[in-house]
């Protein structure tokens, strides 16, 4: 812990800004993660088997109290506004859907993105870091004293080294953490897409067997 604060201490005023970065990145894997993988996920193919079990049994009341068992995972709710609206046309069921899932869409989209540019702006502070060390550098070669001259000279490779590698201390996770959460909010937005298709078919193919009855 001394050394690294030693290495802060040293690397120079971008070490401060790669810091403010390093703790916004760090607020936001912790509210995506959380909103991703626990708030808004669920099991899609085991949840929609379930769902599709009970409309083939005529229990759309039943599929309903699934869907409420898991409020906030965005699959649950886009079937629930299909299912609430099982016993009118496939026009009103798409409609229903269709607008829930762009309330949705945003929601887990918002901020993912920024840990891309993070990750970016990380790296390219720790290139800024590296250049104003390399200048201290020159600098003591052509114009300080030479008694001078060695501590000058440390004190602009540590600038430039710390810098760059903190920039890419706070690039690694931002990228991977950005990869992992991207992937996670593809896969569940691919399930409301496939799933609330098979949903409609699943209720229009159960009212005109019920009309056929009839």
């Known amino acids: 812990m001394q050394l690294l604060y030693s290495a802060f201490q040293e690397g120079g005023e971008v070490m401060y800004v ?26 899609g193919p085991a949840f929609m ?10 229990n759309v009341d039943r599929a309903l109290q699934l869907c409420n068992a898991a409020p906030n995972a965005a699959l649950s709710r886009v079937l629930k506004a ?5 016993n009118e046309s496939e026009r009103k069921i798409q409609d229903a859907v269709d607008e829930v899932a762009l309330e949705i869409l945003p929601k887990l ?14 790296t390219l502070l720790g290139l800024l870091g590296t250049v ?8 003591a070669v052509a114009e300080v004293d030479p ?28 990228m991977v953490a ?13 399930e409301i897409d496939e799933y609330s298709v098979k949903l409609i078919n699943l209720l229009v193919a159960k009212k005109h067997e019920k009309e056929n009855e009839g």
Do not use: W
């Open 18 to 43: 790669i810091a403010f970065f390093s703790a916004i990145s760090l607020a936001i894997m912790i509210e995506r993660f959380f909103f991703i993988l626990i708030r808004y996920n669920i099991n």
């Open 49 to 58: 088997a379930q769902i599709q079990k009970l409309i083939n049994a005529g």
């Open 82 to 86: 299909g299912l609430s609206r099982a």
């Open 109 to 122: 989209q918002k901020r993912t993105n920024y840990l891309q540019m993070i990750a970016n702006v990380a």
């Open 132 to 139: 104003m060390g390399i200048i201290i550098a020159f600098k």
């Open 147 to 174: 008694s001078m001259k060695q501590t000058v000279l440390t004190k602009g490779i540590a600038v430039a080294l710390y810098t760059t590698a903190f920039g890419l201390i706070v690039a690694i996770p931002c």
């Open 178 to 190: 950005h990869s992992m959460i991207a992937a996670k909010t593809i896969k569940i937005i691919d």
